[in-house]
Each structure stands twice: as structure tokens, then as C-alpha cells.
């Protein structure tokens, strides 16, 4: 049997594999719900984009240092960290494994949320949201593959799932459903350095927690 590593997949390979369609939103809504952010929570947003433009001034930020200076404090300030979700880190994935082609795919995945108040079945947890995180000076779209198998299997107990992809300065959200045919949605990029664009990426955070 083949081993393929999630890691090494193309786009191409992750559609011709898993079956999935690529769509284009050109909105959050009607997907979400999204309110308004606080003054408060404004101030936090400035002070992480703040700390993260000194590094990124400095020199290229490494795929750990996204995690810990822009992720961390961003879901914290999203309501991620509160019950009933619970975080998990870098843990492997569902063997997939492709009949027709007497291949498996193993991977890792960055940083998913799940609920834990929510069951779909014995010992399964409802996810929330899936984060494929990259270095500085890596396009996010590079993440996109990993990240739609990363999700797949969790499609077997879900309707659909949230993901994201994010260099720490550019946020590319997708909404991947099930079907005979999956399908994911591409949402507009947003950007944490950008005032109004950093606003929307907290909002659309916020709302995906309360789902």
C-alpha cells in the first residue's frame, strides 16, 4: 500500500483523492452571524497586531512563532478558551485510506477546537474549527490542502466544519461540507494588518465560537 503524507499533497491531489469541489463566497453572511467587537476587544486586536508587526519588522516570524504571538492571544479573544471547547494541539489524524488506489493518507494537524459538550456519536467530538498555521513568508494558500484532509474525516460525523490557513498576517477561511461530493467554500482573505480587514477576522472568530 501507498503512504502518502498530508503534508505533500497538491490541491489537485486532495480533490482527485477525497472527491472535493472548490466554491467561492464573496461573504461571511449568510454562513455566520457576525456582530460587533467592543471597544475593549478593538484595543487587544491593535496590541496583537502591534506585538506582531515589532517581529515581523525584525525578521521572518517561524510557523511557532505565529501559533504563540498572533493565534494564541486571537482565539483567546475570540471565546475559545472558555467551556465547552477545549483546544487540542498537533495530533495525528485518521488514517484515510483510498480503496480504489490501495493508498493511506497520515498527517498532523496544527490546532483544532473541539466542543466538548457536543456529541455527534459515542466517543466523537463536534468540531469547530481546524487552523493550518505557516511561516511569515509562506503564501496561506500553500495550507489548503492539509487542511481540507485534515477535515475529511471528521465529515463522516458532521454536516460541515470551519478552517483556516494563516501565515500570521493573512487569514483564509473555508466552510467544508459534506455530500457525495464535499465542497468547500473559500471566503475573502483577510489581513491582520489591515484595520477594518483585522476587525472582520475577530468577528468571524467570534462567530464561529458560537456556532
Same mark, same amino acid.
Given at each position: ?55 515581523? /519588522?525584525?525578521?521572518? !516570524? *517561524?510557523? &511557532?512563532?505565529?501559533?504563540? @504571538?498572533?493565534? +494564541? ?62 511561516? /511569515?513568508?509562506?503564501? !496561506? *494558500?500553500? &495550507?489548503?490542502?492539509?487542511? @481540507?484532509?485534515? +477535515? ?60
Amino acid at each position: 500500500m501507498r503512504i502518502l503524507n498530508a503534508r505533500n499533497l497538491s490541491l489537485e491531489d486532495v480533490q482527485r483523492l477525497l472527491g472535493f469541489q472548490e466554491h467561492y463566497s464573496d461573504s461571511f453572511i449568510p454562513l455566520l452571524s457576525l456582530e460587533p467587537i467592543t471597544e475593549e476587544e478593538q484595543q487587544e486586536l491593535v496590541q496583537i497586531r502591534d506585538d506582531f508587526r515589532r517581529y515581523l /519588522t525584525a525578521a521572518k !516570524v *517561524s510557523k &511557532g512563532q505565529v501559533k504563540f @504571538l498572533v493565534l +494564541a492571544p486571537l482565539m483567546r479573544l475570540a471565546g475559545f478558551y472558555r467551556y465547552p471547547i477545549e483546544i487540542v494541539l498537533e495530533e495525528d489524524i485518521a488514517d484515510i485510506e483510498i480503496e480504489d488506489e490501495d493508498t493511506k493518507i497520515k498527517g498532523k494537524f496544527d490546532i483544532l477546537a473541539v466542543t466538548k459538550a457536543k456529541y455527534t456519536k459515542v466517543n466523537t467530538f463536534f468540531w469547530v474549527l481546524l487552523i493550518e498555521s505557516k511561516n /511569515t513568508q509562506i503564501d !496561506v *494558500s500553500t &495550507g489548503l490542502p492539509q487542511l @481540507l484532509t485534515y +477535515a475529511y474525516k471528521s465529515l463522516e460525523h458532521q454536516e460541515s466544519v470551519w478552517g483556516l490557513t494563516t501565515n500570521g498576517r493573512s487569514y483564509q477561511f473555508v466552510n467544508i461540507q459534506q455530500g457525495h461530493s464535499p465542497t468547500y467554500h473559500v471566503m475573502p482573505e483577510l489581513n491582520l494588518m489591515e484595520r477594518q480587514r483585522s476587525i472582520l477576522l475577530l468577528q468571524v472568530l467570534k462567530a464561529i465560537c458560537q456556532l
